[in-house]
């Protein structure tokens, strides 16, 4: 039997063209695998009852042809269920395909089911879904990280080969650090979110997770691309795109006491091996780049308000009923079918939108979005003498335990470093560096706007010696 | 901030909470909102040098509408309460 574990796009692909299995045959091996192992990681919330007849139709010749993938609970795959980790949308059909699901089925992928998330994305260890959490399978008393956790875990113990996630402060590089494998968030507007449960839309973006960067690169170019359905997606041309980059910031100022030292070491280390593949390291200076967090949380609850106003008990998902009237039901809808965690955004998100404080926290915070974008850009510059990325680690800590952290602050200070790629809309890629004891660390590289393609290069250059 | 503000931006918000939580919330508003608050008074030198937007506003032609009704049944398929074709609801006034 093979172990999927061991499996990436590339070998895969080569083994289905070779006919060492079929398609049919690789799909139900992931079936087995989630089977076998799902009970005790909860990864999926639903294994789609179709993915053999899916992988009867695949076309191996495709880039993606025959490949089993996973998507996340949040995006859109038209006549099976969606839920976004919540109860509000427990038995909610899709009604359409999201762009993403449309490439992949064009590219040849089997979509073989939906992982869990923290409810809405909005979390870092998927201890927010309202279905259970996912656990590590690297320790199954921590977290794999979140919101994409189940879509981490179910690549990392392999039972499918790759997955989709959605990253709006870090929810695929976080978890992908944690369990130890590849994640990438593109630039805003590289990937459609049409057909993406929207949390906050100035953030959100679509990427990979996956066991190696090339196997990342290759699941990016299936799903980017410039889509009428998203007004906010970019074409190739938008950004100018860099060659021959080798050199590297290091925003030392940036690094804050809660930086675990194993984690810090772990660093040092990975500086070295850019060192001897021939990279430059350059110490820089990034004053704004710490009020990023605190910008998420002014932003980000302020758009959650907005966006989730559309979950009513009218239109679609649970409807709480009893009320004395439709206003009654309304209130009691949203007060059940939403979780604690997606309650408390919704309402801070209005405290910061309403009336007389507008100005002193989303006018600011818009003001500081500008000023971290313009810093990190600047960074970047080639005609400024500019580097080419930006490292740190992805995390400051190693996966945590399951209700470690259960005040809701130091839940989101997990996401310190992921954070300022989405404020700014930067490329970012979080790859595996090693381990403290046996928990998986991971860095984190950033790079200009429109630049996946370098980042993918170092992540490649990286895992040469990585492994 | 208090309990009854958290209850009256709740009710604003349109999401039923009990007075536990408020309270609850109350404090973890208090937490959240000092974190944040640091923004307030940071020194914003990039600020003055405005950013020239990249992404500008798109709007899509208005063409190639779908064939009236052919979502009609799978939009309403969702729909929590439903009388034929209609969207049911208790009375509103």
Do not use: W
Not at chain 1, 357 to 368: T, V
Not at chain 2, 36 to 58: C, F, M
């Amino acid at each position: 039997m093979i172990d999927i574990s061991k499996l990436t796009i590339i070998s895969a692909r080569e083994a289905l063209r070779k006919g060492e299995f079929t398609s049919r045959e690789l799909t139900q091996m992931c079936l087995d695998a989630i089977k076998e192992k799902d009970r005790e990681i909860h990864a999926f919330l639903e294994v789609f009852d179709d993915a053999l007849d899916q992988a009867d139709k695949a076309q191996i010749n495709l880039p993606l042809g025959g490949i089993p993938i996973a998507i996340k609970d949040n995006i859109l795959f038209k006549n099976h269920k969606v839920s976004a980790g919540s109860k509000i949308l427990e038995n909610y059909t899709a009604t359409y395909d999201s762009t993403v699901v449309k490439k992949l089925q064009e590219a040849g992928a089997i979509i073989i089911g939906r992982t869990n998330c923290d409810e809405f994305a909005m979390g870092s260890s998927t201890e927010n879904s309202a279905f259970g959490p996912t656990k590590n399978p690297i320790d199954t008393t921590r977290v794999p990280g979140g919101s994409s956790g189940g879509s981490a875990a179910a690549v990392a113990s392999g039972m499918v080969l790759v997955a989709l996630g959605s990253d709006t402060g870090g929810s695929i590089r976080q978890p992908a650090a944690f369990t130890g494998i590849v994640g990438m968030k593109p630039t805003y507007g590289r990937v459609s979110r049409s057909g993406l449960i929207a949390m906050a839309s100035s953030l959100d973006q679509i990427g990979p997770l996956a066991k190696t960067a090339e196997d990342a690169e290759l699941l990016y170019d299936v799903i980017k691309g410039k889509d009428p359905m998203d007004s906010t997606t970019i074409g190739e041309d938008t950004y100018k795109v860099r060659k021959n980059t080798k050199t590297i910031g290091v925003p030392r100022d940036f690094f804050s006491d809660s930086l675990d030292k194993k984690v810090l070491e772990n660093f040092e280390n990975s500086l070295e091996q850019f060192k001897k593949l021939g990279y430059k390291i350059k110490d820089i200076k990034l004053p704004h780049l710490k009020y990023s967090l605190a910008v998420y949380y002014i932003l980000v609850p302020a758009e959650v308000s907005s966006n989730l106003a559309r979950f009513d008990g009218v239109k679609y998902g649970f409807h709480a009923e009893g009320g004395e009237n439709s206003i009654d039901d309304y209130f009691k809808t949203r007060g059940l079918g939403f979780g604690r965690e997606v309650r408390r955004r919704i309402i801070l998100g209005t405290y910061v939108l309403s009336s007389g404080y507008y100005d002193a926290y989303y006018g600011q915070a818009q003001s500081m979005k500008s000023a971290i974008t313009k810093e990190l850009r600047d960074a970047f510059n080639p005609s400024a003498d500019g580097v080419d990325f930006i490292l740190t680690p992805t995390t400051p800590t190693p996966a945590f335990k399951f209700g470690e952290k259960s005040d809701p602050l130091s839940m989101y200070l997990a996401d310190i470093f992921t954070v300022p790629a989405n404020i700014s809309g930067c490329p970012s890629i979080s790859i595996p560096s090693g381990f403290v004891g046996k928990l998986p660390l991971g860095i984190l590289l950033t790079a200009d706007m429109g630049n996946e393609s370098v980042l993918f290069e170092a992540s490649k250059d990286f895992e040469t010696i990585a492994n | 901030m208090n309990k009854e503000e958290v209850l009256k931006l709740a009710k604003l918000a349109r999401v039923g909470i009990s007075n536990e939580e408020a309270e609850t919330l109350s404090h973890e508003f208090d937490a959240i909102l000092g974190y944040v608050s640091e923004i307030k008074n940071a020194k914003l030198e990039a600020r003055s040098k405005k950013l020239e937007p990249v992404l500008v506003n798109v709007m899509r032609e208005d063409v190639n509408p779908h064939e009236s009704g052919v979502f009609t049944e799978d939009l309403l398929n969702e729909v929590p309460n439903r009388e034929g074709s209609y969207v049911k609801v208790k009375k509103i006034l």
